[in-house]
């Protein structure tokens, strides 16, 4: 005799059901719901600090020289963000954890990441965020990169780059 068909669909839902518990995994969802945020300015967001060459024999000892100045900048702030916090992170230069690493080929130099106040942006993360306030639904970020002579041996000949990674986030 057939089994009608309201049965069957239990049935199969049963079944459906076993097979599931079997073949079970746990998984973790995670999000942020946030303030909002605002968009990088045309060129800012892979921005390149090209810094004037400069004589091995002209810098000075443990302090930094032939500085560029640039601006990081933000537009399109949504209407809730009043601060935009910029972190900055990067690899410490040997010795002088607040500098950056030279991945370059000259000896004995750093690079120095400073904001327009003449603070020392460390690498480390010691003192490593900037705030800079929203207005207009725009934030303006001044900073200055240069050379910095890590030590009493003469500079070495030869490149100098580093990278700083910047995150932002939002008040």
């Not at 993360?125 to 240069?146: F, K, P, Y």
Request: aromatic share 6%; charged share 20%.
């Amino acid at each position: 005799m057939p089994v009608p068909f309201p049965s069957r669909a239990l049935a199969l839902a049963g079944l459906l059901t076993a097979a599931a518990a079997a073949h079970g995994t746990d998984f973790n969802v995670s999000g942020e719901v946030m303030i909002g945020t605002c968009d990088w300015s045309m060129g800012d967001a892979d921005r390149q600090v090209v810094l004037d060459p400069v004589g091995a024999s002209m810098l000075p000892v443990a302090r930094g020289s032939g500085y560029v100045s640039f601006e990081l900048n933000l537009h399109n702030c949504t209407d809730a963000v009043r601060k935009a916090v910029f972190g900055f992170s990067g690899s410490p230069a040997p010795g002088a954890p607040t500098l950056l690493r030279n991945v370059g080929d000259a000896a004995g130099v750093a690079v120095v990441l400073e904001s327009d106040d003449g603070r020392i942006i460390a690498a480390d993360g010691s003192d490593s965020e900037r705030v800079a306030t929203v207005s207009g639904q725009r934030a303006r970020l001044r900073l200055r990169a240069g050379y910095w002579r890590l030590g009493a041996p003469a500079a070495g000949v030869g490149s100098v780059a580093a990278t700083a990674v910047v995150t932002l986030r939002y008040e």
